[in-house]
């Protein structure tokens, strides 16, 4: 997978959702087709007319999101991993220059909403300024939610 949405995708933002079905609980990672997000697995839709506005999950309901740097973590710390490496044949130089790629990446990378019930993701379009960072308090709250509704869920069970 390429960190490459930026630029030259062409023909307006698409709106991308990494998820868990909540049917079946398999991983749901397509483009929202139609105004629609299906499961690949036990083909359950979801609709997303209100997503990019941000105001309800398409997939659990919720209406709070955090917004993230739509970046693989793993890619910093390998930087950094890199960085610290080198330290000994660089005096300590490979350190800042890679602090300071480290921070040119991150500028330019985009922003993803993520669902604070079901963390689902949304990327590919802009995230509304509304939307805050992480809050650990508010996610605590949702995180008993979640044990709950996953608790709740019904196994491999056939739709009405
Ligand atoms: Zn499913
Ligand atoms: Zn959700």
């Given at each position: 997978?390429?960190?490459?949405?930026?630029?030259?995708?062409?023909?307006?933002?698409?709106?991308?959702v990494r998820a868990e079905c909540d049917g079946c609980g398999e991983p749901l990672t397509a483009?929202?087709?139609?105004?629609?997000l299906?499961c690949g697995s036990c083909?359950r839709?979801y609709?997303?007319?209100?997503?990019?506005?941000?105001?309800?999950c398409p997939v659990c309901?919720c209406?709070?999101?955090?917004?993230?740097?739509?970046?693989?973590?793993?890619?910093?710390?390998?930087?950094?991993?890199?960085?610290?490496?080198?330290?000994?044949?660089?005096?300590?130089?490979?350190?800042?220059?890679?602090?300071?790629?480290?921070?040119?990446?991150?500028?330019?990378?985009?922003?993803?909403?993520v669902c604070?019930l079901c963390r689902a993701e949304f990327?590919?379009?802009?995230?509304?300024?509304?939307?805050?960072?992480?809050?650990?308090?508010?996610?605590?709250?949702?995180?008993?939610?979640r044990e709950?509704r996953d608790?709740?869920r019904?196994r491999?069970?056939?739709?009405?």
């Open positions: 997978m390429r960190g490459r949405g930026r630029g030259g995708a062409g023909g307006g933002a698409r709106l991308e483009g929202v087709r139609d105004g629609e299906a083909g839709r609709p997303v007319a209100g997503a990019e506005a941000f105001e309800e309901g209406r709070r999101f955090f917004r993230q740097k739509a970046f693989p973590r793993v890619l910093g710390i390998g930087l950094v991993v890199v960085g610290a490496v080198l330290v000994p044949f660089t005096y300590g130089v490979s350190l800042m220059v890679l602090a300071l790629v480290d921070l040119l990446i991150y500028r330019g990378v985009p922003q993803m909403a604070y990327r590919g379009v802009p995230v509304p300024a509304r939307i805050l960072p992480f809050r650990h308090h508010m996610a605590e709250g949702y995180e008993k939610r709950r608790r709740q019904p491999r069970e056939p739709q009405p």
